[in-house]
């Protein structure tokens, strides 16, 4: 090894530099470089040939470099001016300050300032901090973007757990592929006769008797599908309850998961959907016409009894007509039911006829009841054929009128001996009439025009006979 030779960096004097180097040196080492003097003149400027970005800036020169920095810079590069004029060593510390050049476009720098040797003239080295700024508002965006996520994400968690809480049917999520409680309520808890953190995380299947993981799961899948089964029946192995499951299949994240709602055999909601399929039976294959109309009487819903005996073919046939237009006496009969409805609620018996398709009548006793807490208020009416009770009466003799009282049944019977028979018949006659008036105005409400309508009587002739059996201002004495 050759010991006279010296280190490169080493030597006093510095390193031997050609002049027509040094500027490419110092123009590549930053990405911009000022002469300036301690004024803050600017004597010279190189810009970075390899960071075009930056354009050309040679109109800094002669010119004060305070011109081309933000306000908020400015008190930087006097500090740092201060601190060479006071004769501070090098190195200075490093300032980032913002240029900004052509009115709008701003960009920032950081530089470290040298001393050149030279009395009262700086080296200002400055590196383009635009990537990092850039860098820097991406890591900002990206970071408010993870923080809004996050408060969505928890919002919809309270959202969720709150849901979950306040139901009161049980609900539990089941991984499809590992047969495990994802997550459950209280109320499925309480159900399964555990803890919601002692079951969560366990295997469903367990919780049941005599259930194998596959089996079960497979069967709760196949219920969930459109076209499966429908509900899955189990016992719970902690509680001995008989439970209905309702599972739903859904994905979230790629998983396939099983929302199932667990029903236990006292549950309302149980014992009214068994209570429904009841009812539905009731109305398909019930014996007695059930009628179902909207609050102005047209008809929404009929079973087959009714259309049976109305000799209608179809549902279609009788729906949207107005269920007095299967009435002896119309729109009269029609009123009297859905009147006394709606003021009590409900109409036991009313006696009329039932008027066919084909014009045929049948003696019928109808039950109205008003639907008024239901989302589409209306009525219901029951049905039921008469006419052969009519005919067994028939054939039984003629029983007293009914409606007529004991006593003026007694009083018509004790005019046998001492009268003629024609005023018996007479008075007995005034007493049925006198009853059918009362029964008349009770039914109708008081309403006049429609009592004489049923009675197929004139308004006039009503009144007259009001009148005469003493009913005219009943209603208003009581």
Known sequence: MNTRETDFWNERSGPRIAPEHFNNIVATAADLAIILDITGKVRSVVVNPLNPTLGRLDHWANRDIR?????DSL????????????????PVDAIEVNHFDNVNWEFPIRYTLHRTGQE??????????RPVAELQHRLVKAQLALEK????????????????EAVRDPFALVDVNTGRIIDLNSAAAQVLGGNQDSLSGGAFTQEFEGRRRGEFIEAL?????VSGAGPVSAETKRGGKSVVIHPTLFRAAGDRVLLCRIETAESAEFIAEDLALTLSGLYRDGADAMVFTDSHGQIRYANDAFLSLCDAGALSDVRGKSFGDFMARGSVDLKVLTDNA?????????????????????????????????????FAFVLRDTSRLEVVRESGGMPPVPGVSDEAMHNVMDLVGSAPLKDIVAATTDVVEKMCIETAVELTDN????????????????????????????????
């Open 75 to 90: 008190s930087k590069l006097e500090a740092q001016l201060e601190a060479h004029k006071g004769g501070a060593a090098d």
């Open 120 to 129: 009262g003239v700086i080296l200002m080295l400055g590196r383009d901090l």
């Open 342 to 378: 709606a003021r009590t609620g409900k109409m036991r018996v009313y006696s009329t006829r039932l008027e066919s398709t084909f014009g045929t009548q049948v003696s019928v006793e109808v039950s109205a009841t008003h639907l008024a807490g239901t989302t589409s208020p209306g």
């Open 447 to 478: 309403n006049r025009v429609a009592a004489a309508e049923m009675l197929g009587l004139s308004r006039q002739s009503l009144y007259v006979k009001l009148r005469k059996y003493g009913l005219l201002h009943k209603d208003a004495d009581s």
């Open 149 to 164: 996520d996050y408060e969505t994400h928890r919002d919809f968690e309270t959202r969720y757990r709150v849901i979950m």
């Open 67 to 71: 011109e081309f920095l933000a306000e």
């Open 221 to 225: 899948s196949n219920g969930a599908s």
